[in-house]
């Protein structure tokens, strides 16, 4: 189990799409975006 993780990209827009699809199954979805980074999980761990 991974509490966070930070990635560095070159393109945040195709990495929110990638990552949007790959997690989708899990039941994540992208909880955060900004210009800056991207915040996914669960409604249940965003406290």
Sequence with gaps: ???HLS???RNLDHAKRFY???F???GYR???AN???L???T???WA
């Design 20 to 22: 949007e699809a790959m």
């Design 24 to 26: 989708a199954p899990l």
């Design 39 to 41: 915040a996914f999980g």
């Design 7 to 9: 990635l560095g990209v």
């Design 35 to 37: 210009e800056t980074e």
């Design 30 to 32: 992208c909880l955060r």
């Design 43 to 45: 409604d249940a761990n």
């Design 1 to 3: 189990m991974l509490d």
